[in-house]
């Protein structure tokens, strides 16, 4: 029990210590428009329009 234990205390400080580093990459990453993010999936950039609006007046 023990050892089982020690082992999954290990696991969990890897995973803060990684967890950690994304967010300090994260923080030093510069700010995009908040119309602009960046793909993580195929290292490029995509943009979201905002939707068009129509409007009908009725006489």
């Not at 995009?32 to 993010?37: I, M, N």
Request: proline share 3%; net charge positive.
């Amino acid at each position: 029990m023990q050892i089982e234990q020690g082992k999954h205390l290990a696991d969990l400080r890897d995973l803060r210590h990684h967890g950690d580093r994304i967010a300090e990459e994260n923080r030093l990453r510069s700010p995009v428009d908040s119309s602009t993010r960046l793909s993580f999936t195929r290292g490029a950039f995509t943009s979201t329009a905002p939707a068009t609006v129509v409007t009908f007046l009725a006489w």
